[in-house]
Structures are given as C-alpha cells and as structure tokens.
C-alpha cells in the first residue's frame, strides 16, 4: 500500500470541492435578487475557498515531495494556484469597499466577479486536463 494514497485522493477530492465551490460563486452571482446576499454568501465562503485552495496546494507540495517530481505540469499547477488565490483576494478587496447604494458599482462588480470564476474554472480544467494527459 502505498503511503501516498490518501494524500493524492484529498488533492483531488479538494480540487473538485474547489470547482463546485467556484460554480456556486457563478449561481449566486447570476441569480441572487440583492447585491447583500451575495455579500453575506461571499463572507461565509471566502475562507473556506482559501482553506481548500490551500489544502490542495498542501497535499500537491507532499505528494510532489514524496516522489521527487517536479515537472512542468507540477510548476503550472503551482502557478494556477497562486493565482486563483491572488484573484480571490483581489475579488474580496473589491467586493468589501462597495456601498448599498452604489448601483453601479454593484453590477460592475457582478461582472468583474463573473470573469474572476470564470477563469478560475477554466485554469483548474486545463491544469486537470494537462495532468491527467502527461
């Protein structure tokens, strides 16, 4: 039995806890009726988006460790990480200075959060896609 199959299947199971977490970002964007509700959706689950992105990016560090691979999809996998934490913390500052009363800034923020899920999920496909093909 090997002493790094319990690792690699919380990596994946976190992975995919972390698109589904992005997919329901993208429905309470789309369809919550007041810009409150998504800031109160955002405010429970911000943490626990950084707390999965940072068990997947944990669990990938051992398992690259334990069997000395590191490769270019290990690299992009790294970066695609960084990156969807950099984006979400860039999503929360912008999210957290904008008023009940600024309209505009509402639905500006709607569609800038949108883009952010947007290739989140597109970098976690095409990271997934690369690994399982190399």
């Known amino acids: 039995m090997d002493i790094m199959n319990a690792p690699v299947q919380l990596h994946i199971i976190a992975v995919f806890l972390l698109f589904g977490l992005i997919c329901f970002h993208i429905y309470k964007l789309n369809f919550s ?21 940072a068990v997947i990016a944990y669990t990938g560090a051992i398992v690259s460790a334990y069997r000395l ?7 992009l996998m790294i970066i695609v990480s960084l990156f969807i934490m950099i984006t979400e913390i860039k999503r929360y500052k912008k999210q957290r200075v904008i008023l009940s009363t600024q309209k505009q800034l509402q639905k500006s923020f709607k569609t800038y959060a949108t883009k ?5 999920i597109l970098l976690l496909v095409v990271a997934y896609i690369l690994f399982v093909i190399f």
């Open 116 to 120: 952010i899920a947007i290739s989140q």
């Open 33 to 53: 009726s007041t810009f409150l509700k998504i800031q109160k959706s955002y405010k429970i689950t911000t943490p626990l988006f950084h707390f999965i992105n």
């Open 69 to 75: 691979d590191i490769s270019w999809t290990v690299m």
